[in-house]
């Protein structure tokens, strides 16, 4: 059995930035905690968890402990009332998002009314419309929602980093027919559309495909559901445990691919697993 193991599989930048971050930061303080669980995978706040890295929600209840941010941001308001409390924080924010934050802001403060195309319960989205404050701001997850915006005088559009350009394009071009005045910026990350691109190319050439990732992982679910469309012996899979033998009767080839909070020990330990079962 052929195992084909995607280039892309596993920590995109900003995860790898974070949990680096997380990592040599809980090396040497004491008091550690993430506000929300650092990325969306369970065993590496584990692990995290192991070094003396609790998960906090709640602001008032960190006692005098370093506070790290996690890779998809959090809301301005909780950010200053971490620094209000005088917290050391360890800005673990992916730097794609930040962008996407500081442009939303950079709108807001120019006299636009801010549209974020992107999922509105994502705790990304609404870090981002938090930095468009004083302003009316609207979430829209594609074109249907754009063409019931009010009209305006100035429109200004900033994307959640995950959405496909196929999508922000077409708000882009609903907006242009609501307003005078339009300012686009594009705060897509490539990252997710490069392991999209790479996973479809594979399910298409495989019998089996495997991807793993965190079941609390949406890119990681949508990743699964995307190679599903192509190969349905598709398995979301978050460790080896889950691997059955019986999958692989016959199979000649197997794909595997892991999203972007997926650590790079666990795809290897589901590579050695294949192994054992033929590969
Ligand atoms: S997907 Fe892109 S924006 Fe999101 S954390 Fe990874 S590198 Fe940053």
Redesign the pocket.
Known sequence: MKIILAKSAGF????KRATTMAFAAAENRDQICSFGPIIHSPQVVQRLADKGVTVVDDIDAIEDAAVIIR??GVEAGDLDRIQNRGLEIIDAT?P??KKAQNHAALLASEGYVVVVVGEAEHPEVQGIVSYAAGCQAHVVAGRDDAEKLPRATKIGIVAQ??QSYENFKQVVDACLGRCQELRVFNTI?D??NVRQAEAKAIAAAVEVMLVVGGYNSANTTRLASICRDIQPRTHHIETTDEILQEWFVDVKTVGVTAG?STPHWIIEQVVDRLTECGG
């Not at 995109?12 to 995860?15: A, I, P, S």
């Open positions: 995109c930048f900003g995860v890779s998809h992916c794609f998002v980093t995950t990350c990252a997710t972007a």
